[in-house]
């Protein structure tokens, strides 16, 4: 077995080595956006190169008209709710439409741009837990899954980009994002399938009319460096370029995974504001970045009941995989827009992007060896855990590629019938979407079998280290899947104060797996297995709003959605015939805003039921219906500025009641918790200038205690960790962030699994100098 040194383990961590694919055309990958990013040099002179627009460019530009034949369609650029300079925004896309979130009668939460710089979320994950109610499952094969109200969210496919569905597994970044959009509660008469407790839109930054740069530089502890570009170029009167770069390199996230990504998103859009606006994208992101697995539970000692397990007492940071272990991944979407306004009042939306995923992990488990191979061949437990226990090092591989087409058209329309006003939402959406699964040969199938040595506690990060690309491949699964729906809502004020809400939705889908089996101990023959579903239903939302004034809005609504077997892109013979699982949510809440409109409260009870309910566990093969389950309780989110001086965001919710009301063998257990719904969750973080140039902050993010998935027999710690903030203005051009998280050096389980954690990341100081031109 050779070793390296952990500097060159990190190397080759950080640059896998891609191995060859039996069975299907392997090609040089092409010139990626990641490999064109500039240092932070080449960055500033390509800004400054385009910045000789700005001197032409009007600092303003507050209408566009339509076409002589149209009403005049007036856009006031400035005047758009803009994530990057506040927290308080007053409108969402997430319904679909462009609506003020005052007209939406279910939850929404939204975490602008400024939010994410304020806090230095550089990751979707690290953005989402600056929300109530979120929590996060390490399942086992890496597939890291986020709960929202206790029920799935990534695996479901609820996550989307612009409204369009994102459903592969990568790790996504901020670079190119203004915002993020959290609806809670059932939604699929908006989504189609899945959206339980809820669907994230991702809202990328469009291109605005105004000539204006900004770089960021970013330098931390562990040896972080992240650099970000973005670059918006006035073309013409209503076109304009955006230009988002990153680039991001560290030892350690500060929880035991090396980073090395990069990315590019560029973005041309013209007719803005006019009848007809276009609008073309291509973005890339590139992974090559390490991976802490997890680390395992442990027992105080051998007499401890399985209530008492607890985390492991190590520094966050340790990493004792393998030094050839790699989290590897790529995602590239391309997207054409097009928007037609009809008049100010009414427009369609349409839509369509190709999608391309990768994603090559190699990674594995990191367990307590057995007592034979402990020191004194005894059993493990904190009593006598120490630098020489013996821990064992798994193979856990997920190689896959996702192809996705999607192509939606949403049309809105406010106008006048029988006397009462409507606000109509109407659309269709189409989706195909393709997976393929690799395996890897055994050296009795004609591959290889790689063993990786144990190591010591005493030893972490010891560059131990396989050949991955010596593996061969082969596919294990494909499924093939393609969906369509068409979905009509209105929004109809019956009285001055009053307005009701009705939609309704019908999707069909059909999806083919396909399962590749090969001998144990022999090449060939391949054995194909074949299962395939349709699945057509139906999805209803309605709503109640009472609106007495501008300030205030009240609402009451009902939604349905539904999961299918095939939400996991597979099949098997317990589950192809199974019918989708459904659920509703029921809601009752509040948006009130202060006099000057500068603060806001939200406010919502809610219970949210899943009927029927599916899980299929992989390793257990079994599948499991739990029968039904429920969740139920309070969110409140407070979101502006206090005065003028002083702004505040805060989400937080209370889960009183949540319930396996009907269980099922091998399920969580009936009358149990759920697991991964703890009772209290939220964030708070609040800003103060205390001069004109001088800036602070700081923050708590705060989980209550939660089981892992399957109710294992005991309940995780909750944690609350702080954060803090100071920013200097230097003048117009440069400004200076410092950034202080997790202050305390809190040691805490952030992701959950029956078999193991992977813990938070322990205090992070990072400083950033950001160049406006």
Do not use: C
């Not at 399957?710 to 100071?726: E, F, K, Q, S, T």
Request: a positive charge; aromatic letters at 8%.
């Amino acid at each position: 077995m050779a070793k390296i040194s952990t500097r060159h383990a990190r190397a080759v961590r950080r640059i896998p080595s891609r191995p060859a694919v039996d069975n299907r055309t392997v090609t040089p990958p092409p010139a990626t956006a990641g490999n064109a990013l500039l240092p932070l040099g080449a960055l500033m002179l390509a800004a400054s190169f385009s910045s000789w627009a700005q001197t032409t460019a009007p600092g303003n530009v507050t209408t566009q008209t339509g076409t002589p034949s149209l009403a005049p369609v007036t856009v006031r650029e400035q005047a758009e709710d803009n994530g990057k300079d506040t927290l308080r925004v007053n409108r969402t896309t997430i319904g679909k439409g462009n609506q003020e979130l005052r007209d939406i009668p279910q939850s929404v939460t939204v975490v602008t741009e400024k939010l994410m710089d304020d806090r230095n979320l550089d990751t979707v994950k690290e953005a989402l837990k600056n929300t109530a109610g979120i929590s996060f499952l390490a399942a086992e094969g890496g597939e890291e899954d986020i709960r929202l109200r206790g029920f799935p969210l990534q695996s479901t496919g609820d996550l989307f980009i612009d409204g369009i569905r994102d459903p592969a597994f990568y790790e996504r970044d901020t670079f190119n994002l203004d915002r993020l959009e959290i609806l809670r509660g059932s939604a699929s008469m908006l989504f189609g399938r899945g959206s339980t407790g809820g669907a994230v839109n991702q809202v990328s930054k469009v291109p605005r009319l105004i000539t204006e740069h900004e770089v960021a530089t970013t330098v931390g502890n562990h040896n972080y460096k992240r650099v970000t570009g973005d670059f918006n170029i006035k073309t013409g009167d209503n076109a304009a370029l955006r230009l988002n770069a990153m680039t991001t390199t560290a030892d350690n996230n500060g929880a035991g995974s090396s980073l090395d990504k990069r990315g590019l998103a560029v973005a041309y859009r013209m007719g803005i504001g006019t009848a007809d606006e276009f609008l073309a994208s291509l973005y890339h992101l590139d992974n090559n970045n390490g991976m802490n697995y997890g680390m395992p539970w442990i027992r105080p000692d051998a007499n401890s009941p399985a209530s008492a397990t607890t985390l492991l007492p190590l520094d966050p940071k340790t990493y004792y995989g393998m030094a050839s272990d790699y989290n590897a991944g790529s995602a590239t979407m391309a997207t054409l827009a097009h928007t037609h306004r009809f008049n100010s009042d009414s427009e369609l939306k349409t839509q369509v992007r190709l999608g391309h995923f990768d994603r090559d992990q190699r990674a594995g488990t990191v367990r307590i060896a057995a007592a034979a191979q402990q020191p004194g061949g005894r059993a493990v437990t904190l009593s006598n855990f120490g630098p020489n226990t013996v821990l064992t090092r798994g193979t856990q591989l997920k190689i896959q590629d996702m192809q996705t087409v999607h192509l939606q058209s949403d049309f809105s329309n406010k106008f006048s019938a029988l006397g009462l006003k409507h606000e109509l939402l109407a659309g269709v959406d189409f989706a195909n979407e393709k997976k393929t699964v690799y395996a890897a040969r055994s050296a009795a199938q004609g591959g290889v079998n790689l063993t990786k040595p144990n190591t010591r506690v005493g030893a972490p990060d010891d560059g131990a280290f396989v050949d991955e690309g010596r593996r061969v491949l082969r596919p294990s699964s494909d499924f093939v899947s393609s969906g369509a729906g068409v979905y009509a809502q209105d929004l109809i004020q019956i009285a001055p104060h009053w307005k009701i809400l009705a939609g309704l939705r019908y999707d069909h889908m059909k999806g083919d797996y396909k399962t590749f089996a090969i001998p144990a101990a022999a090449s060939g023959p391949v054995t194909t297995t074949a299962y395939s579903q349709k699945i057509s239903a139906w999805s209803k939302r309605a709503g109640v709003l009472y609106q007495p004034n501008e300030l205030h809005s009240y609402h009451a609504s009902y939604g349905t959605s539904f999961n299918t077997s095939g939400d996991t892109y597979s099949y098997s013979a317990a589950t192809v015939n199974t019918p989708p699982e459904s659920s509703r949510n029921i809601e009752i809440g509040a948006k009130l805003d202060t006099a000057d409109k500068r603060f806001t409260t939200r406010l919502a009870v809610f219970h949210s039921t899943k009927l029927h309910e599916r899980n299929t566990d992989p390793l257990l093969n079994i599948d499991v219906l739990s029968g039904k389950r429920h969740a139920a309780g309070a969110e409140i989110d407070v979101t502006g500025r206090l005065t003028p001086q002083w702004e505040v965001y805060g989400s937080y919710m209370w889960m009183p009641s949540a319930r396996i009301d009907i269980g099922a063998a091998g399920a969580e257990g009936q009358g149990a918790r759920p697991s991964l719904t703890p009772l209290h969750s939220g964030t708070v973080w609040t800003t103060y200038k205390l001069t004109p140039k001088l800036r602070v902050g700081g923050g708590l993010n705060f989980r209550g205690r939660q089981t892992p998935i399957r109710n294992p027999g005991w309940m995780v710690p909750g944690y609350v960790i702080g954060d803090l903030m100071a920013e200097y203005i230097v003048n117009d051009l440069l400004t200076v962030k410092a950034n202080l998280s997790n202050v305390a050096n809190k040691l805490y389980a952030d992701s959950l699994y029956s078999g193991h954690y992977i813990p938070g990341a322990g205090r992070l100081l990072q400083v950033t100098a950001s160049v406006k031109f």
